[in-house]
């Protein structure tokens, strides 16, 4: 269980989250929904120990992100927007960096061979000698997915893993593959996006965040069976409520 | 005989071809030595000719290709000692703020501004003649070179990479060991093909004041005993040797293992 409790940043004088508080039961995927630039990136990077909270805290199964920082930090896995994959390393050895990292007691061996089925699993096995610049955008992606997964960290966090990606091609093609991964895995997903099709097709539960200073504007609980159809009457109808929300400026 | 087919003595020829700029730039060289050796004399200016038979006598001689290796053990020991004292304050300056102030302000300045025949002067008081104080002068003059390079490096690396790993781990040493160094590889590369080049220079200057072995030592004797024929060939040798170093051994390895994992421009 991930409990945000009033949680507020500001940089300098800008008010970016206020006052923000939610909770995430274990085995979730839970959006987190609102316009560009509204806090949300903040808030996971808060949630990745990489920025410090103003006010409020993180607490994850009782551990308080602030004071157990090393045992909060082994609970989380991030997949980033940007693949941020070490070039000169290829695609099963960007995958064991996590392992050497954060387990460096691990062999090399189980390493590699931990490495090489989380590969498998995100459908990259036979690209697994190839070096970032040889592979597509979607395959980077799906390196940065696999590093995450690799470490079995009860919580991962996303931030808009689909952005970057060609629209047609790719974009789909992996967010079926996430929705695909998090019934296998049930991990406690917390999901950054600003896209209305994404939040509807992966969560159960969507955040919807205002504008700046972030605060809570309403929780969209989306009760479809999976695998989803986005055509289908109640996602549209559910998307509509949520572009709503924002004059139909979003989605 | 076998007979060149035809496909493989194009091969040939276009080698031929592509060496033909290069032949002709030595060809050139070798034969202004050659005229400033008849104008000027053998006594003053040895001609290449001159110059090889004396090569031919330092390498046919053991005792005097020993100061070769000398020299290169310790222009080598100066470099490494120089890449580690350097790596080691520009971290320190990078990551612990007092030190930075320190290192920006003093220790860098300092170390850019200090004259490398001072050095050698100070250094033959303080190590005696001998290996001491040939690495002393190359570790002085060279440092400035890593430092401001692994400086401006540490500037412009992925601060985004860094970023990744840090949620992985909090172990300073491991983010160093494992995201920070790699990227830094090519700027330490490029440093240090500069520093060999200036680190042999420097040997020279180190073992003609303060030594009694190496290449340096062995020019100065020579010029004392008014073997200028021996001065040329053993600064023909050095010169030999860091142009193999440099455009053979470091742009080879530069070519063939340094960026392959870059996307080709």
């Known amino acids: 269980m991930i409990e945000v409790r009033q949680l507020g940043k500001r940089f300098g004088s800008l008010q970016v989250l206020d006052n923000l508080s939610f909770k995430v039961a274990q085995g979730e995927f839970v959006t987190i929904f609102g316009p560009s630039g509204c806090g ?14 103003d006010e409020g805290a993180i607490v994850v199964d009782g551990v ?89 960290a009860d919580i991962m966090l996303m931030d808009e893993p689909l952005s970057n990606l060609n629209e047609i091609t790719e974009k789909r093609q992996l967010m079926n593959e996430i929705a ?17 099709s994404e939040a509807v097709y ?44 924002f004059g139909g400026m979003i989605g | 005989m076998f007979p060149i087919r035809p496909g493989k003595r194009r091969a040939w020829l276009q080698a031929v071809k592509g060496m033909r700029g290069l032949v002709i730039s030595y060809a050139i060289t070798v034969l202004l030595w050659y005229g400033l050796g008849l104008r000027m004399g053998p006594d003053i200016f040895p001609g290449p000719l001159r110059t090889v038979v004396a090569v031919g006598k330092i390498l046919s001689n053991a005792n005097l290709t020993k100061h070769v290796g000398i020299t290169f053990g310790r222009t080598v020991g100066g470099v490494i000692l120089s890449m580690f004292i350097a790596a080691v304050a520009v971290l320190g300056a990078r990551y612990w703020g007092p030190f930075r102030y320190y290192f920006l302000r003093v220790f860098y300045p300092a170390m850019r501004a200090i004259p490398p025949v001072a050095v050698a002067l100070l250094a033959i008081v303080w190590f005696g ?38 949620v992985l781990t909090s172990n300073r040493t491991r983010i160093l060991k494992k995201v920070v160094f790699p990227m830094l590889v090519p700027v330490l ?20 004041l303060g030594a009694t072995s190496g290449m340096g030592f062995m020019v100065y004797l020579s010029q004392q005993e008014y073997k200028t024929d021996m001065v040329f060939a053993w600064t023909f040798l050095l010169v030999l040797l860091v142009v193999f170093l440099e455009f053979y051994f470091f742009d080879l390895t530069e070519r063939k293992y340094l960026y392959k994992w870059q996307t080709p421009k």
């Open chain 1, 64 to 152: 308080d992100g602030s004071s157990r920082h090393e045992e909060y930090k082994g609970k989380i896995s991030v997949v980033w927007q940007d693949p941020r994959l070490l070039p000169w390393r290829t695609a099963v050895q960007n995958v064991t960096f996590a392992l050497e990292m954060r387990h460096p007691e691990v062999s090399k061996e189980e390493a590699r061979s931990r490495a090489n089925e989380t590969l498998k699993l995100v459908g990259l096995m036979d690209f697994a000698g190839h070096l970032p610049r040889q592979l597509s955008g979607g395959m980077r992606q799906r390196i940065n997915l696999a590093r995450a997964l690799v470490l079995d």
């Open chain 2, 129 to 166: 003649l001998g290996t001491g104080t040939v690495i002393f002068v190359i570790v002085i003059t060279v440092l400035p070179i890593y430092m401001i390079d692994l400086w401006e490096g540490l500037k412009v690396i992925d601060a985004t990479l860094v970023e990744m790993a840090s």
């Open chain 1, 40 to 53: 949300k990136t903040t808030l996971l990077r808060i949630l990745a120990t990489l920025e410090q909270p």
């Open chain 1, 202 to 245: 992966l969560s159960d539960r969507i955040l919807v965040f205002s504008d700046k200073p972030t605060t809570l504007l309403e929780e969209v609980r989306v009760s479809l069976s999976r695998p989803r159809n986005l055509t289908s009457r109640t996602a549209e109808e559910i998307g509509n409520h949520i572009s709503e929300l």
């Open chain 2, 189 to 208: 590369f490029s440093s240090t093909k500069l520093s060999f080049s200036v680190a042999f220079k420097l040997a020279l200057i180190g073992e003609l």
């Open chain 1, 180 to 196: 695909r991964l998090w019934e296998v895995k049930r991990k406690t997903v917390i999901y950054v996006t600003h896209s209305v």
